[in-house]
T-cell receptor
Framework: DAGVIQSPRHEVTEMGQEVTLRCKPI?????LFWYRQTMMRGLELLIY????????DSGMPEDRFSAKMPNASFSTLKIQPSEPRDSAVYFC????????????FGSGTRLTVV | AQTVTQSQPEMSVQEAETVTLSCTYD???????LFWYKQPPSRQMILVIR??????QNATENRFSVNFQKAAKSFSLKISDSQLGDAAMYFC????????????FGKGTRLHILP
């Protein structure tokens, strides 16, 4: 298995632009998580899905952030419009529900908003 | 709500020595999982070791072992024979056994290896 695949690895965009981050979870995993990591706040859970359904989006900072999971093999996190304070590393992770194996993380997308 | 606390933001250890990273957690559940993740400069999050709360035996993975004290809600990570490649941020994490339970991460401990 190729693991959790995220794209792009790096993204630099101008303030006000729309940004879309992509994630392909491990085949067979039915839970998917989006995290944001910054020096100040550490790892923050933004949203997670179970069987493609959003279960908890309480971590989504504001309406500028949205996430979708149209099928079991693909998820997107969109920021529109982007702001400099959104600059961070965004991780996608997947797992089996309640699994003992923890999460498998993707390599993250480093987003820089200038 | 469950919480995970790592009280050591940074630690240093001499190469080939042993170091212990501390972690405490708070929960009202009796069954759960605990994890240690490593994040090297490459930023990839790597699962180092896992412990099931219902197992009394401490988990071990090569040079990595844990000291799991369920009553004290303590879950420390011991790294033996430290190597330069062990330099990373280490996160302690908790997951309940309910369906859909998310993993709760501590704020991390940055480990430096001194040559």
């Amino acid at each position: 298995d190729a693991g959790v695949i995220q794209s792009p690895r790096h993204e630099v965009t101008e303030m006000g632009q729309e940004v879309t981050l992509r994630c392909k979870p491990i085949s067979g995993h039915n839970s998917l998580f989006w995290y944001r990591q910054t020096m100040m706040r550490g790892l923050e859970l933004l949203i997670y899905f179970n069987n493609n359904v959003p279960i908890d989006d309480s971590g989504m900072p504001e309406d500028r952030f949205s996430a979708k999971m149209p099928n079991a093999s693909f998820s997107t996190l969109k920021i529109q419009p982007s702001e400099p304070r959104d600059s961070a590393v965004y991780f996608c992770a997947s797992s089996f529900s309640g699994g003992r194996d923890g999460y498998t993380f993707g390599s993250g997308t480093r987003l820089t908003v200038v | 709500a469950q919480t995970v606390t790592q009280s050591q933001p940074e630690m240093s250890v001499q190469e080939a020595e042993t170091v212990t990273l501390s972690c405490t957690y708070d929960t009202s559940e009796s069954d759960y999982y605990l994890f240690w993740y490593k994040q090297p400069p490459s930023r990839q999050m790597i699962l180092v070791i896992r412990q099931e709360a219902y197992k009394q035996q401490n988990a071990t993975e090569n040079r990595f072992s844990v000291n799991f004290q369920k009553a004290a809600k303590s879950f420390s990570l011991k790294i033996s024979d430290s190597q330069l490649g062990d330099a990373a941020m280490y996160f302690c994490a908790y997951r309940g056994m309910n369906r859909d339970d998310k993993i709760i991460f501590g704020k991390g401990t940055r480990l430096h290896i001194l040559p």
